[in-house]
C-alpha cells in the first residue's frame, strides 16, 4: 500500500469538540497522496470522539491518484469511531483512469489487523464533477459519505468493519462510482 502523507500511528480523541473553519483543498500532482485532516492513519492508530462542522470544507482538484477525506485520506489497519462531519465535499479532480477517493475517509485498506469505522455520520453535501473517467472497480473515482474505497491485501484474513454509520448528506455526482455509505 502507498503510504505517504501526514501519518498519524497514535491514538487521538477529541473529547467530543468540535473543529471549525478549516478549509481543505487537495490539489495534488503526484500519484499516491494522501490528504485529510489526518493524511494517512497508520496501523495501529486510534482517531475518536469529534466533530467537523459546516464552518469547515474538502476540495478535491488533484490531478493524479489520490485519497482525500475529511477526517483521513488513508486508513491503514486502523480504528475511526464516534466522529460526525457536517463539512462539505466537492470533488473536482481530474486524473484520467486512475483511482482517486473521496469521503470522510478516502480509502481504507487492511493487511494484518483490519480496520474498524464505527459509529460515524456525514451530514455534508457531497458534489463530485467528473468529465474523463467513468471507470468501474479500482481504477475509478469513488466518492462516498462514509468511506470512498475499501480493500484488503490478497489472502489476508483481516477485514474492514464498517458498523453503526450513516449519510444524510445530499449527494450530487457525476462519478462511476458513489455511495452515501
Avoid at 467530543?16 to 481543505?24: A, E
Avoid at 470533488?91 to 469505522?117: D, L, S
Wanted: overall charge negative; glycine content about 14%.
Amino acid at each position: 500500500p502507498v503510504n505517504e502523507g501526514n501519518t498519524w500511528a497514535a491514538k487521538f480523541d477529541g473529547n467530543g469538540r468540535k473543529i471549525s473553519g478549516l478549509k481543505m483543498v487537495a490539489a495534488g500532482t503526484e500519484d499516491g497522496a494522501n490528504y485529510g485532516l489526518f493524511g494517512v492513519l497508520a496501523p495501529g492508530a486510534l482517531v475518536q470522539n469529534f466533530i467537523i462542522d459546516a464552518s469547515c470544507s474538502l476540495e478535491v482538484t488533484a490531478t493524479a491518484s489520490v485519497a482525500t477525506g475529511t477526517v483521513a485520506g488513508y486508513v491503514y489497519d486502523a480504528t475511526v469511531r464516534d466522529v460526525t462531519n457536517h463539512a462539505p465535499m466537492t470533488f473536482k479532480g481530474k486524473a484520467g483512469e486512475v483511482f482517486m477517493g473521496m469521503a470522510m475517509i478516502g480509502q481504507v485498506f487492511c493487511q494484518t489487523e483490519g480496520v474498524t469505522v464505527d459509529s460515524c455520520h456525514n451530514y455534508g453535501e457531497i458534489t463530485a464533477e467528473n468529465t474523463d473517467n467513468m471507470q468501474a472497480g479500482a481504477k475509478a473515482y469513488h466518492v462516498a459519505g462514509i468511506v470512498g474505497f475499501a480493500n484488503a491485501l490478497s489472502g489476508s484474513t483481516a477485514v474492514n468493519t464498517i458498523s453503526d454509520c450513516s449519510n444524510a448528506g445530499n449527494i450530487t455526482s457525476a462519478t462511476g462510482r458513489s455511495a452515501g455509505i
